[in-house]
């Protein structure tokens, strides 16, 4: 437990350092909170600094990685976000009829999300999901060979996850898989805060709005492309934690 602080004290200290650096003019509509983060910024009491610091660039949203996140936890994390004016939405990675069930009754949040670790073997129906949220939204985040008007028509927020691709191959996916002009289908664009997807986002803004898609732009307030300047024993180490 001591080496998981101090590895993630030392994420900290890079992130602080490297701010100025990080994060791109362009507003993101929502960042992704992974839990590791999640229980360093409430240990150093930071959680409200770094929720303000979310609302500032621009996000309506803040997805908070659910899995293994205790219920009071979760709860505190939906108060604090809401007290910001950001929406907490739980995101479900993984997808157990257990956990859905669980994380889908936390007080606080607005809306349930679930993505491709869900679709690639759904524990239960998204029908079935939807009843158990009691009114609260279900947002789903397919992969494009997931994609089915049928089961979109089920969830509240819709986004295709095409965030890996290049501009031209994102907007020939739109259009491949039917859904040029959908308003009420997203697609979803990662923004690590590098320059190169500064560019890449530009691109992604001009070309989606062209043919009538919403783009929906998130972020990570640890991003990936900070782990280049971290020591190697340590890159390797959050890798292992990452994927445990």
Same mark, same amino acid.
């Given at each position: 437990?001591?080496?998981?602080?101090?590895?993630?004290?030392?994420?900290?200290?890079?992130?602080?350092?490297? /701010?100025?650096?990080?994060? /791109?003019?362009?507003?993101?509509?929502?960042?992704?909170?992974? +839990?590791?983060? #999640?229980?360093?910024?409430?240990?150093?009491?930071?959680?409200?600094?770094?929720?303000?610091?979310?609302? +500032?660039?621009?996000?309506?949203?803040?997805?908070?990685?659910?899995?293994?996140?205790?219920?009071?936890?979760?709860?505190?994390?939906?108060?604090?976000?809401?007290?910001?004016?950001?929406?907490?939405? #739980?995101?479900? +990675?993984?997808?157990?009829?257990?956990?859905?069930?669980?994380?889908?009754?936390? #007080?606080?949040?607005?809306?349930?999300?679930?993505?491709?670790?869900?679709?690639?073997? %759904?524990?239960?129906?998204?029908?079935?999901?939807?009843?158990?949220?009691?009114?609260?939204?279900?947002?789903?985040?397919?992969? %494009?060979?997931?994609?089915?008007?049928?089961?979109?028509?089920?969830?509240?927020?819709?986004?295709? +996850?095409?965030?890996?691709? /290049?501009?031209?191959?994102?907007?020939?996916?739109?259009?491949?898989?039917?859904?040029?002009?959908?308003?009420?289908?997203?697609?979803?664009?990662?923004?690590?805060?590098?320059? /190169?997807?500064?560019?890449?986002?530009?691109?992604?803004?001009?070309?989606?709005? #062209?043919?009538?898609?919403?783009?929906?732009?998130?972020?990570?307030?640890?991003?990936?492309?900070?782990?280049?300047?971290?020591?190697?024993?340590?890159?390797?180490?959050?890798?292992?934690?990452?994927?445990?």
């Amino acid at each position: 437990m001591n080496r998981l602080f101090s590895m993630l004290v030392s994420i900290l200290v890079l992130s602080t350092g490297l /701010s100025a650096f990080a994060y /791109s003019a362009n507003a993101a509509d929502g960042y992704w909170l992974d +839990q590791y983060n #999640a229980v360093l910024f409430m240990g150093l009491f930071r959680l409200d600094t770094e929720l303000e610091d979310m609302k +500032q660039k621009g996000a309506a949203v803040v997805m908070v990685h659910a899995d293994s996140l205790p219920d009071p936890l979760l709860r505190w994390i939906a108060w604090r976000a809401n007290r910001t004016k950001l929406m907490p939405v #739980a995101w479900i +990675q993984r997808p157990t009829a257990a956990n859905l069930a669980r994380v889908g009754q936390v #007080a606080g949040y607005r809306a349930l999300q679930v993505d491709d670790h869900f679709f690639a073997r %759904p524990p239960v129906s998204l029908a079935n999901l939807r009843s158990q949220l009691g009114g609260r939204q279900l947002w789903c985040s397919f992969q %494009p060979g997931q994609y089915s008007w049928r089961a979109a028509r089920h969830c509240d927020h819709v986004d295709l +996850q095409l965030y890996r691709q /290049s501009c031209a191959t994102t907007v020939d996916l739109v259009y491949r898989l039917g859904i040029a002009g959908r308003r009420d289908t997203a697609v979803a664009v990662y923004h690590d805060g590098s320059v /190169s997807d500064d560019r890449r986002l530009a691109c992604y803004r001009r070309r989606v709005a #062209a043919i009538g898609n919403r783009l929906f732009v998130f972020k990570w307030k640890n991003p990936e492309h900070w782990f280049t300047v971290i020591p190697r024993g340590l890159r390797e180490g959050l890798s292992r934690l990452r994927h445990s």
